[in-house]
């Protein structure tokens, strides 16, 4: 499986711009994705939090559409992590997003006046739905909100009211991504830009995992039986159930690759998390049992530490 990496220039000085903003922050809101809470948080972020010694509120966006035993795997993983509450919400739920803020105070009590105002940042990976938060929060629009990753290009400081005060930043990717697993789920979840990925080799990725954990929902969503098949047989059978070939009558795989990743991204497929607490385990302590230590290449903790810095 071919390693993916995706890190655009614009995000080495936004890594910069945020380490910055760090020091006059209060609390940080870290968005991921709650169908792959761990492969979508970014290193950096936790990092650069710690260095300035932030607590951080953890939000496991896409809730609605996350498998709920996984999720709650998940927040009762994050209760024990110092500084950090983690909670499962829904962007498109007002009833989620009228929380936050009251959630962030818990975490910094000692802010929240004009004299003193709370001062939260919003970080997180690519269209991981900072901006539909942002504008959310500020009951207007304030941010641009895109299904391409990396749409916001720089940070904005508005401020909710006189006491509360937001900091947009645009979403970061770190600069090597240590499991290829990881790379795939961002990849299927759409945080990587496609000039990075072949999305016939990402949706045969999802195709395997998800005939491994969730064949009857798949069974269901395209009518026909999945035993036996593989990430690769799935794509070739929804082509052919659907009638999809190009000139000459080879199957459009490309296609039916497209459609499969579309039908995970928003839902329709059924409530799918890629990964739990116990996969994750698993899959680091078979990755590096199996990998040799690359003593060249830069961890994702000393990009975070450069940033910190």
Not at 26 to 55: G, Y
Not at 143 to 157: L, Y
Request: glycine content about 8%; some cysteine; aromatic content about 6%.
């Amino acid at each position: 499986m071919a390693a993916i990496q995706w890190f655009p220039g614009h995000m080495n000085s936004a890594r910069k711009k945020a380490a910055e903003n760090m020091e006059f922050t209060d609390v940080v809101i870290e968005v991921v994705d709650a169908r792959l809470p761990a492969a979508s948080s970014n290193p950096m972020i936790e990092e650069l939090r710690k260095f300035r010694q932030r607590p951080c509120l953890k939000l496991l966006n896409k809730a609605d559409i996350a498998d709920p035993k996984a999720t709650q795997a998940w927040i009762e993983h994050f209760a024990g992590t110092p500084g950090m509450k983690a909670m499962a919400v829904s962007f498109k739920k007002a009833s989620d997003v009228a929380k936050i803020v009251g959630w962030c105070r818990q975490l910094a009590p000692h802010r929240g006046s004009p004299d003193k105002q709370l001062r939260m940042m919003i970080m997180g990976i690519p269209n991981c739905g900072k901006s539909t938060l942002m504008n959310a929060l500020m009951k207007r629009k304030v941010a641009a909100v895109g299904d391409e990753p990396a749409v916001t290009k720089s940070a904005q400081r508005l401020e909710i009211n006189s006491s509360t005060v937001l900091i947009d930043t645009p979403g970061l990717m770190w600069p090597k991504i240590e499991f290829p697993s990881d790379g795939y789920m961002l990849a299927a979840s759409h945080a990587i830009g496609t000039n990075a990925v072949i999305d016939d080799e990402v949706a045969f990725f999802l195709g395997n995992l998800l005939l491994e954990r969730y064949a009857g929902l798949v069974a269901q969503r395209y009518g026909f039986d999945v035993s036996g098949l593989d990430g690769v047989g799935l794509i070739e059978r929804i082509a052919t159930r659907r009638a999809w070939r190009v000139k000459g009558g080879e199957l459009d795989i490309e296609k039916a690759a497209l459609a499969f990743l579309k039908d995970y991204r928003t839902g329709v497929i059924g409530r799918i998390s890629l990964e739990t607490p116990a996969s994750r385990a698993q899959m680091i302590e078979i990755a590096r049992a199996t990998v040799p230590e690359d003593n060249g290449a830069d961890k994702p903790e000393d990009a975070a530490g450069d940033a910190a810095g």
